[in-house]
């Protein structure tokens, strides 16, 4: 059984930085994919940044060049580095692990509690 648990939302003004962990357990976490979603009030969940079992990262149009998604897999986390904040990227930040079949579809899919990011001045 796959846990996640995200950590390091909170308030910061636009311009700023915040940094999300989240940490990962279960033996399958190496083969994982990982991936950061987030859903702001009123909109649908979307994705926000992903990257593979071999580090390949894709990110939203929105976020590319501001965030960066990293991985440990010595530590068992994942990281959402969020630089340039702007009042939109509000929302509430969910880690996803899974592991795809060449189908697209999920052999697992595993989600965190989330944590809320907002950004105002």
């Known amino acids: 059984q796959v846990q996640l648990v995200e950590s390091g939302g909170g308030l910061v003004q636009p311009g700023g930085s915040l940094r999300l962990s989240c940490a990962a357990s279960g033996s399958i976490f190496s083969d994982n994919f990982l991936a950061w979603y987030r859903q702001a009030p009123g909109k649908e969940r979307e994705l926000v940044a992903r990257v593979t079992s071999g580090g390949s990262t894709n990110y939203a149009d929105s976020v590319k060049g501001r965030f960066t998604i990293s991985r440990d897999n010595a530590k068992n986390m994942v990281y959402l580095q969020m630089n340039s904040l702007k009042p939109e990227d509000t929302a509430v930040y969910y880690c996803?692990?899974?592991?795809?079949?060449?189908?697209?579809?999920?052999?697992?899919?595993?989600w965190g509690q989330g944590t809320q990011v907002t950004v105002s001045s």
């Open positions: 996803n692990a899974y592991r795809p079949r060449p189908s697209g579809s999920r052999i697992y899919d595993y």
